[in-house]
């Protein structure tokens, strides 16, 4: 059976959670997070007080930690080690942790492998930095989503103070940047615009309109 694989790529801020959440629920389908995923060994090496560019320290936790995703009312929940952790994986710290981990090939491959089976086994919204290129490299529908570096630092920003977190735009734009050089250039499975996903700057669409364009490329192809 032909599954409907939805693969949304793009650097930090550029809407892809929001627009894959939106997507999946106007198509039905699930929505994985898998940004969650790494945020939650980014956790656990803050946690554990191990670097997260420290490749040998994360490799000595890695084979011992749990990492599944559950969902409640149409809503994913991210589980470390049987906890949720689903609100502490968005404090701003973990942002970094989760880039500076991902870069590890081990971490890597144990998310992916994860990844693959929840794709394999039903229709399903995926968003990242490698999904079409890696991850489901055979999906059918693909998508790359970016916008300009401020108007990132702003959304972040406006996402953080309204949770009642104290932030500084510009420090924000610089770890937007910093993990944008991160995520594409690290040696493994980089970020990257799959050759055959269709790219969106969202830098002046409200997430509404970036829905629709996808929602309709969706349909288009299905039809």
Known sequence: MNRINIAIDGPA???KSTVAR???ERLNILYLDTGAMYRALGLKALSLGVDPNDRAGVEAFLPATEVTVGYENGAQRTFLDGKDVSA????????????????????????VELQRQIAAARDVVLDGRDIGSFVLPDAPFKFYLDARPE???RRRY???????????LAALQRDIEERDRNDKGRDFAPLKQAADAVRVDTSDLSAEEVTQKLLEAVRGRKA
């Open 22 to 24: 939106a997507l999946a």
């Open 13 to 15: 801020g550029a809407g």
């Open 88 to 111: 502490a994986i968005r404090e701003h710290p973990v942002s970094k942790a989760a880039s500076d981990i991902s870069k590890h090939p081990a971490v890597r491959m144990k998310m």
């Open 151 to 153: 108007v990132r630092a």
């Open 158 to 168: 406006d996402e953080l103070t309204a949770k009642g977190q104290t932030c500084d």
